[in-house]
């Protein structure tokens, strides 16, 4: 199945969660962490749990317990009943997830890792959560170290730059060489104050070659250039083409030379 990855702000926005069991609470726990305003529905919680921040409805599940929500999580034991919250739910305008009925999902829960603001999600479309989370464990460590608390920097770096730097160019250079491991691992050995050294030398370095650069704009423009040149040579070959060579005026006064000496000697008057 086809579908589109995305990272959701729910910030704010009414998420209705119906089931207390451990699935249900992971889902009320995660919701609330994102800034979600959570709704949770159930006869009874599986384990003492930290609610703050979450209205609980201790109740059978209804459908008004739906109405304004922008997410629903069906997460019974009931089969049957996670379908019906997931029709409801459409009818509701909301979008909605079943734990593991894909049929009744309109979408899926990657499997997850973050440090801060880093996130790295692996979905199968709902057909192997299992190989979703070992998935998502191989490429949780390989995260460098502290990637969050760089991410963290380099978005107040990104800031910073934007107006410092107005040429897109050379600002997308800039972040380009930021990603790198050089830079990485300057903020891991020094923390903010080595990444603001490696920022201030690549910055002296653009600054340097944008002059060498300009410096050679300048030469160039002072030189005569490549077409100049050769339209000089054309020019040239054609007037000496206009020109008698002098090689054949050599030749022309050698034949009359020549001609005059095989002419008979003067033998004077003779005599008289």
Avoid: W
Wanted: charged letters at 30%.
């Amino acid at each position: 199945m086809k579908t589109y990855p995305i990272m959701l702000d729910v910030r704010g926005k009414p998420a209705v969660v119906v089931g207390g069991g451990p699935v249900g609470l992971r889902k009320v726990r995660s919701l609330r962490d994102a800034g979600a305003v959570v709704r949770l529905v159930a006869l009874q919680v599986a384990e003492e749990s930290d609610l703050h921040e979450v209205e609980l409805l201790l109740e059978d599940y209804r459908p008004e317990a739906l109405v304004g929500a922008a997410l629903v999580f069906a997460c019974t034991d009931d089969r049957e009943l996670n379908a019906r919250i997931a029709r409801d739910a459409r009818q509701a305008g909301a979008l909605v997830n079943a734990a593991d009925q894909p049929e009744d999902c309109d979408f899926y829960l990657p499997a997850v890792a973050a440090d801060g603001e880093v996130v790295v999600a692996v979905g199968t479309g709902g057909g192997s959560p299992a190989l979703a989370a070992a998935l998502r464990d191989r490429l949780a460590s390989a995260l460098p170290e502290r990637v969050g608390a760089y991410a963290a920097e380099l978005a107040r770096l990104r800031e910073t730059l934007q107006a410092d730097v107005p040429d897109a160019e050379r600002r997308g250079e800039i972040f380009k060489a930021l990603a790198g491991e050089e830079a990485m691992r300057a903020f891991q050995q020094g923390g903010p104050e080595g990444l603001f050294t490696f920022v201030k030398s690549l910055l002296a370095d653009k600054e340097n070659a944008a002059q060498r650069a300009a410096t050679a704009r300048e030469r160039e423009k002072s030189l005569p250039s490549a077409k100049d040149a050769a339209q000089r040579a054309v020019t040239a070959r054609e007037r000496e083409e206009s020109l008698p060579y002098a090689k054949d005026a050599a030749q022309r006064a050698a034949t009359a030379r020549e001609r005059e000496e095989s002419l008979p000697p003067d033998q004077g008057d003779g005599p008289c």
